[in-house]
C-alpha cells in the first residue's frame, strides 16, 4: 500500500471549512463531569469567541447557542503535547506529518495544543525559527516552539536570548547523542545551561551519551547485527541513565531547573526521582510510547514491521513501561508526551541493511490521550484529574502558559474535549489521520473515547469527523521564569554568601 493512496483516503474523513462564519461562536457544553487538575464538578461551559466565560451548574443560555450535550461524560482541558517534530527535515529526508496533518491527527485524538521543536537553519536559530513560522502557517491548532541548540558561539548565545525575549521562547534543548551530527560536549552543555538560567529558560536534555551509542553501533556491525534489534542493544538502559545523571549533576551544579525528555528507562527515571528527592528542580517527561510498548517489536521476522519501532532513546524490555506508569502516578515523573516523528515505511526502509541508517522516530500525537485514559486512568493507577495534570496542566505550567491553557476555567481558552468513558477506541492504520502507512499501535483498543475536541471555541472533531480550517491555529508565546524559577535567586545568594566566610591561615615566616 502506498502512503499517497492512504494520504487521498483520509481526507474523506474531514472537511475543510473556509469561512469562520460557519460555526457559532456562543458554545454551551452541558451536564458533563468537568475536571480540572485541582477539582472535578458536574457542570455547564459556557464559551464565547474562543474563550471559556463561566462554569456553573445550571447556564441557561438563548436559542442561538450551540448546545452540546455531555451528561455522563468527561469535559477536560484539550491535551498539550510538549514533545513533537512535524515536517522535521533530517537531511536526507523529512517526517510525513506537517502542520497540517499532524494537527489534524492531534485533534481527532483530543490533544489542541503541541510544542515542536525548531531545528536552527546553517547554524542560525532566526533562521530556523522563520523556517518554521512558514511551516506553521497551515496550522488549525495552538502551538508552541521548544528551540533546538546544536552549537555554541557568541552568536548563538546572542540569538538565545533574541528568542526569550522577542519570540516567544522559553526552553531549549540540549542533544547528548548522536554524534557527529546534534551532539555536544560537557563545555558547550555547561556554557548552554548558564544562558538558560539568566534568561529564565528551561534547558531541556535528550539524555544519551553519544559516544558510547557510537560505540554500541560499531560493536553491533561488527557482531553483523544489522536489522533493527541492533538499534535496542547498540544503545541499553545504562547509556540514558549515564547522560541523565551527569545532566541532572550539571544542571544542579550551575542551579537552573532541568526537563529530560522521552524518558524510556528504568535507569533514567530512577536518577530523576533521585534528584527531585533532594530538592533539585528536575521534570521528567515519559512519552506515550515508553507507557505502552516494549522492545521486542525490534526483534520482529519483518523488516517493515520491526522498523516503525525504531526510536531513540529505544523503546525497553517490558518492565521499564511498568515502572514509568508508576512513576507517573506518583509523581516522580509528571507530564506525558509523544515525541511525534513520523516516518513511513519507504522511508524506514533506507536502512534495510544497517539499523543505523533507519530514521528515528514513532507516531503518537493522535494516539497519547486515549493510550494514557486506558493505561492509568482505566488502570486505577490515577484519577481523572491526575489524568488532566499528566496530559495537559503540568505542560502548561512548565511552559508558563497557564491558566490560559491546562484548565477550564473563566478565561482559559476553549480548548476542551469530551471523553466518554463507557465507549471505546481503536486504533489502526486504516482509520487514523497521520499520512504515516503504518502505525506503532496498530490493532490496540482500550476503555475511553474522545467524542468531541473543541479547540480555540471550535467544534473540530464530532461523529468521528475533523471539521477543520487551516490557518487559524494560532503561536502562542511562552514567556520565561515559570515557577521552576522561583526561589533559585535565593538559593544563589545563599551559596554566594557562604562562599564570603574568611578562611584565617596562620602566616608563616619564609
Ligand atoms: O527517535 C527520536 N526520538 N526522534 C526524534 C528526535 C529526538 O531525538 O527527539
Ligand atoms: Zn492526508
Ligand atoms: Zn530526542
Ligand atoms: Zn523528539
Redesign the pocket.
Known amino acids: 500500500v502506498t502512503s499517497q493512496f492512504l494520504h487521498i483516503f483520509s481526507l474523506t474523513f474531514f472537511t475543510v471549512i473556509t469561512s469562520s462564519l460557519s460555526q457559532s461562536n456562543q458554545l454551551l457544553v452541558k451536564g458533563g463531569t468537568v475536571v480540572n487538575a485541582h477539582h472535578q464538578q458536574i457542570a455547564d461551559v459556557y464559551v464565547e469567541d474562543g474563550v471559556i466565560v463561566s462554569v456553573n451548574p445550571n447556564i441557561k443560555v438563548g436559542d442561538d447557542v450551540t448546545v452540546i450535550d455531555a451528561l455522563g461524560k468527561y469535559v477536560m482541558p484539550g491535551g498539550i503535547d510538549p514533545?513533537t517534530?512535524l515536517e522535521f527535515d533530517v537531511g536526507f529526508t523529512a517526517t510525513v506529518d506537517d502542520f497540517f496533518s499532524g494537527q489534524a491527527a492531534a485533534l481527532a485524538g483530543g490533544t489542541t495544543m503541541h510544542i515542536d521543536?525548531v531545528i536552527p537553519l546553517n547554524g542560525s536559530l532566526i533562521a530556523g525559527f522563520e523556517d518554521y513560522e512558514k511551516k506553521a502557517k497551515k496550522s488549525c491548532m495552538d502551538y508552541g516552539f521548544h528551540m533546538v541548540i546544536t552549537k555554541w558561539d557568541e552568536n548563538v548565545s546572542r540569538e538565545m536570548e533574541l528568542m526569550v525575549k522577542e519570540k516567544g521562547i522559553n526552553s531549549f534543548k540540549f542533544f547528548m547523542a548522536y554524534k557527529g551530527i546534534l551532539m555536544i560536549n560537557d563545555e558547550l552543555l555547561l556554557e548552554g545551561f548558564k544562558k538558560c538560567k539568566s534568561l529564565g529558560a528551561l534547558a531541556m536534555v535528550h539524555a544519551e551519551n553519544g559516544d558510547a551509542v557510537y560505540e554500541g553501533q560499531e560493536k553491533m556491525i561488527e557482531l553483523g547485527i544489522t536489522g533493527p534489534e541492533g538499534h535496542a542493544l547498540s544503545r541499553p538502559p545504562v547509556v540514558e541513565g549515564e547522560a541523565t545523571s551527569r545532566a541532572i549533576r550539571l544542571a544542579d551544579f550551575v542551579n537552573t531547573p532541568l526537563y529530560v525528555?522521552?524518558v524510556m528507562s528504568i535507569d533514567a527515571m530512577e536518577e530523576i526521582a533521585k534528584a527531585r528527592k533532594s530538592g533539585q528542580k528536575v521534570i521528567g517527561e515519559p512519552i506515550a510510547s515508553g507507557l505502552a510498548l516494549d522492545e521486542s517489536w525490534l526483534w520482529h521476522p519483518d523488516f517493515d514491521i520491526a522498523a516503525k519501532y525504531v526510536m531513540s532513546p529505544p523503546i525497553r524490555k517490558r518492565g521499564h513501561d511498568r515502572a514509568l506508569q508508576a512513576a507517573l502516578s506518583t509523581g516522580v515523573l509528571q507530564l506525558v508526551g509523544t515525541?511525534h516523528?513520523a516516518f513511513n515505511s519507504t522511508q524506514k526502509a533506507r536502512g534495510i541493511d544497517d539499523f543505523r541508517k533507519i530514521p528515528n522516530g514513532v507516531n503518537g500525537i493522535e494516539e497519547r490521550m486515549h493510550l494514557v485514559w486506558d493505561i492509568m486512568v482505566e488502570s486505577g493507577q490515577i484519577t481523572p484529574s491526575d489524568y488532566v495534570r499528566l496530559t495537559s496542566t503540568e505542560c502548561a505550567r512548565i511552559f508558563n502558559i497557564y491558566p490560559k491553557k491546562g484548565a477550564i476555567l473563566p478565561g482559559s481558552d476553549a480548548d476542551i474535549i469530551i471523553l466518554n468513558p463507557n465507549s471505546s477506541f481503536e486504533i489502526s492504520a486504516k482509520s487514523h489521520h497521520s499520512r504515516l502507512d503504518t502505525n506503532v499501535y496498530e490493532g490496540r483498543r482500550g476503555k475511553g473515547k474522545i467524542e468531541v475536541t473543541i479547540a480555540g471555541g471550535r467544534v473540530v472533531w464530532e461523529n468521528d469527523k475533523l471539521k477543520l480550517s487551516p490557518g487559524t491555529g494560532r503561536y502562542i508565546q511562552m514567556p520565561p521564569f515559570s515557577y521552576l524559577f522561583d526561589g533559585l535567586d535565593k538559593k544563589d545568594a545563599i551559596y554566594l554568601n557562604s562562599l564570603q566566610a574568611p578562611v584565617k591561615r596562620a602566616k608563616t615566616s619564609s
Open positions: 514533545h517534530h521543536f525528555v522521552h515525541d516523528c
